[in-house]
């Protein structure tokens, strides 16, 4: 497993597994249970934290679309922009919820490309791609108001494909924000867990 023993900034977890057999004393001896907002992301769904005053926060799916699958659009359905300013990242953040955190350092990552895409009206959606581990990570997908999420998907793996040729895609999502992202050529692998221990 992967841990800090000091509280980590929100919207990152505490501790992550990463094997199967990771244990519940190896989780919690890891991370600081003295601070109130706790989160450990279970990769697995293996874990059983209720007993340390944990409850699940949400459960989610692993997904990947293998390298050269058929299915991404020639004519992407969006313009596709990079965001490469403070100033574009504040805007793009904003469609995708607390803007601070994003932070502008991500945008000198060579591994990152920060996507905006945009219709004649301005941003209708986005999405984030990271490069490791020979795949990329996708990330942070989202439709502002009443972009079509299916069209946003589409343009993202396209995006991909043209930014990083012939590697694989992979993510995790859940509820109603994994259907688009299966009828977008990724399938499910395998289920995730993350347990939050109180309010941040």
């Known amino acids: 497993m992967w841990f800090s023993?000091?509280?980590?900034?929100?919207?990152y977890p505490d501790a992550v597994t990463l094997?199967?057999?990771a244990g519940v004393a190896e989780v919690v001896a890891g991370v600081d249970l003295a601070s109130r907002g706790c989160s450990v992301k279970?990769?697995?769904?293996?874990?059983?934290?209720?007993?340390?005053?944990?409850?699940?926060l949400f459960d989610a799916q692993w997904i990947h679309r293998p390298a050269g699958a058929s299915g991404a659009s020639e004519t992407p359905?969006?313009?596709?922009?990079?965001v490469t300013t403070a100033g574009q990242l504040l805007?793009?953040?904003?469609?995708?919820?607390?803007?601070?955190?994003?932070?502008p350092a991500l945008l000198n990552n060579p591994s990152v490309r920060v996507l905006g895409f945009h219709d004649a009206a301005g941003l209708v959606g986005g999405a984030v791609l990271n490069e490791?581990?020979?795949?990329?990570?996708?990330?942070?997908?989202?439709?502002?108001?009443?972009?079509?999420?299916?069209?946003?998907w589409a343009a993202t793996v396209s995006a991909a494909a043209g930014h990083f040729p012939g590697v694989?895609?992979?993510?995790?999502?859940?509820?109603d924000d994994l259907a688009p992202a299966l009828a977008g050529?990724?399938?499910?692998?395998?289920?995730?867990?993350?347990?939050?221990?109180?309010?941040?």
């Open 5 to 11: 023993p000091r509280r980590t900034p929100p919207y």
């Open 19 to 21: 094997r199967a057999d």
């Open 42 to 56: 279970d990769s697995f769904a293996a874990l059983d934290l209720t007993a340390e005053g944990f409850a699940v």
């Open 77 to 82: 359905p969006f313009r596709t922009e990079l």
């Open 91 to 103: 805007q793009w953040a904003g469609g995708n919820g607390p803007p601070d955190v994003f932070r």
């Open 132 to 152: 490791a581990a020979g795949v990329v990570g996708v990330s942070n997908v989202f439709a502002v108001d009443d972009a079509d999420i299916a069209a946003v």
């Open 168 to 175: 694989a895609l992979v993510g995790y999502e859940q509820g």
């Open 185 to 200: 050529g990724f399938g499910a692998l395998g289920s995730l867990r993350v347990w939050s221990r109180g309010s941040a």
